[in-house]
């Protein structure tokens, strides 16, 4: 998002000391005000993180005392977690997971006892089709504003007229290149498997992922990243099992051969590259020209969830802008919330690893629910690892 | 002997009863849950769904590089690790100052108290570009790739699965009666012939002991070949990780892993069969 679109942000800087002047000046209530500039809500957080001020155990015995939250690992501010836990009197019993096979295998097992989960937008329509998950009272989570979501990132919530999530944040999937040591300036796919088979031999690494490194294949090729069509998918074989003695490593830890200079150009999803590129000024994230990933994470209630206010209060409190601003200054990621966006300094919201220009965006696709279960993919990714 | 009154045996049934439990819970149960699977179909957003085909038994081939470099490392990090624990077992079994015994196997020990995946993650840095290969670029080696590599893969077998190896060793050798040893040599055998007819058989129970239990481990093994040969080396360990947690292909995985079963059953029952024979032949010519 560029500077002059200041329009659909809450606030901006100048509008800020405007209005602080106007409050010092008594023409507008410190409530307005609050208001106006978002501190309210900020500071809502604040005093209801101050347990004198509210009754915990009123609260407690309206939303019970534990939630339990599936998510991802370094997704979240433990400060944010701890401030609903002193207002609501709930505890958060927080579970890592590292992939959404592994989510929904848990839930499809059974007796997973989870209120909240994120899963990622290609399982959604699965899990509604399973029977696993809540359709949402939106009335019960005023916090979200659907309007300032955009409805791209927004969209995989709604399955058949129904909204069973809410959004958390967006990403792509692209590369990350040392400019130290590859020089060419790789731009899309393509460039990235001739230069993994020619200049950077022995020093590339793709995902151990199915989804991303069949999907870059497929793209360099000049496929769709979601293709399941059996030829297209043996062209992608072809070129995987050519690259791979190539390859440094097919891993999806690619930060530590990253930075050890060991590795030279990996696939990446823009979080890592954020992280990559703050501490190695060298190390640049390229959105390939010829596609790739484009994805959302969402919050959702499973239908076994047994404390489903609680789950209610908490989405409902993370979806507060303030919160997710503070969420987002750990985790890196962008939030899908223009309210939330608004509250990043230009350094965060105009970062091009986070939010590259419209025209790359619009070469991309979100990973579809059959590209992740397709057996024909699983057997590719089997062979090429094997070969 | 007495017959064992009624109330004994009651008591034997009694004591035993948690075992019994233990075993039908945790050993047969899962086996025959797997043994089903085995037999079904995958479900079309992956698990089980029921059904009876050998569909996946004929398809089986589809992981056969997975299994041939798992038969193939497996017998390979077992010899190796047997090639390095055997001279340090019997170091501290018959040659280390008393005084130093209980510390020296007390180290052997210490990386045990630590994650096996902790320490493979130290392997990733030592072996990586910063690590050795730095070292030998500052003598003139210039290049050298030691991460990612089949052998990388076979350092931390031999390095994760040694104390399993050293500890069978030592603690034969360390029963081994020091005056057969005295005896051989006052009747004329060199030390080598010692070693080979007296106690490389004498200790042959630790050595059986030992390779089965690293064999074994091996055959399921998928973290060092994952982390050390950065994911190119695929065992079998890793066909059934993917198997389970990516593409949900439950009724393949157990079908691999009943397969694995019934090879690790054979080649261990031959194995067995093998050392035993040796064994006995072994202590017949030590005794002529």
């Known amino acids: 998002m560029s500077n002059s679109n200041n329009t659909d942000k809450p606030i901006t800087a100048t509008k800020f000391m405007k209005e602080l002047s106007r409050y010092r000046k008594g023409s507008i209530s410190r409530r307005d005000f609050l208001g106006v500039t978002g501190l309210g809500t900020a500071m809502a957080v604040m005093a209801t993180a101050t347990p004198s001020l509210l009754s915990s155990k009123a609260m407690a015995a309206e939303l019970g005392n534990r939630l339990v939250f599936s998510t991802w690992p370094n997704y979240h501010n433990p400060a944010n977690i701890e401030a609903f836990t002193k207002a609501t009197g709930v505890h958060v019993q927080v579970n890592a997971f590292g992939s959404n096979e592994e989510m929904l295998a848990k839930l499809q097992a059974g007796g997973a006892g989870w209120d909240v989960f994120v899963p990622t937008n290609y399982t959604i329509e699965e899990y509604v089709k399973l029977d696993l998950i809540q359709e949402l009272d939106i009335s019960r989570l005023p916090n979200y504003d659907a309007g300032s979501n955009d409805p791209r990132f927004a969209g995989p919530a709604t399955v058949n007229g129904k909204v069973y999530a809410v959004p958390k944040n967006w990403g792509t999937t692209g590369f990350v290149v040392n400019t130290q040591k590859i020089s060419s300036a790789p731009k899309s796919w393509k460039d990235f498997f001739e230069v993994t088979m020619g200049a950077g031999s022995g020093h590339t690494m793709v995902h151990d992922y199915q989804l991303t490194t069949i999907g870059a294949a497929l793209c360099a090729l000049g496929y769709s990243f979601n293709s399941i069509d059996a030829n297209e998918l043996a062209a992608a074989e072809a070129l995987l099992i050519k690259a791979k003695p190539h390859l440094f490593a097919i891993t999806s830890d690619y930060q530590p051969g990253m930075r050890s200079g060991d590795a030279w150009m990996t696939i990446c999803w823009n979080g890592d590259g954020v992280q990559l590129n703050r501490d190695l000024a060298h190390m640049e994230y390229v959105v390939a020209s010829d596609g790739g990933e484009i994805w959302t994470d969402f919050y959702c209630i499973p239908k076994s969830a047994p404390h489903v206010d609680a789950a209610y209060a908490f989405i409902n409190n993370l979806q507060d802008p303030a919160v997710q601003a503070l969420d987002a200054k750990v985790h890196g990621y962008a939030p899908t919330d223009a309210r939330a966006l608004a509250l990043q300094p230009a350094s965060i919201s105009d970062n091009p690893i986070l939010h590259p220009a419209a025209e790359l965006l619009s070469g991309l696709e979100f990973g579809a629910a059959n590209t992740l279960t397709n057996p024909i993919r699983a057997e590719v990714m089997a062979r090429f690892k094997s070969a | ?288």
């Open chain 2, 1 to 288: 002997m007495k017959e064992p009154s009624k109330s004994n045996r009651w008591i034997s049934a009694l004591l035993l009863a948690p075992t019994g439990l233990w075993f039908a819970f945790m050993l047969v149960l899962p086996l025959i849950v797997i043994l089903v699977f085995s037999f079904g179909e995958r479900a079309a957003v992956g698990g089980y769904a029921g059904g009876f085909t050998f569909e996946h038994y004929a398809n089986l081939g589809a992981r056969l590089k997975a299994f041939t470099n798992t038969l193939t490392y497996a017998p390979l990090g077992t010899l190796l690790s047997l090639l390095v624990a055997y001279p340090l077992a019997y170091y501290l079994a018959l040659k280390v100052n008393r005084r130093y015994k209980l510390m020296l196997l007390v180290l052997v020990i210490v990386p045990f108290w630590t994650s096996l995946l902790i320490r493979t993650y130290a392997w990733i840095y030592i072996l990586g570009g910063r690590g050795i290969p730095n070292i030998l670029d500052w003598i003139g080696f210039e290049g050298v790739r030691l991460i990612n590599t089949p052998g990388a893969v076979l350092l931390g077998i031999v390095y994760g699965y040694l104390p399993l190896m050293v500890f069978p060793i030592y603690v034969s050798l360390e029963k081994l009666n020091k005056s057969l040893l005295e005896a051989s040599s006052d009747l004329g055998a060199s030390p080598f012939k010692t070693f080979r007819q007296v106690t490389l058989p004498l200790s042959m129970p630790g050595v059986t002991t030992g390779c089965m239990l690293v064999f074994i481990l091996l055959m399921g093994e998928f973290l060092i070949p994952a982390f050390l040969g950065g994911g190119k080396v695929y065992f079998i360990g890793n066909a059934l990780v993917d198997l389970f947690l990516q593409s949900r292909n439950w009724p393949f995985g157990s079908a691999i892993s009943v397969t694995l079963v019934v090879i690790m059953l054979v080649t261990v029952s031959l194995y067995m069969r093998m050392t035993m024979r040796n064994n006995k032949t072994g202590v017949d010519e030590s005794l002529m």
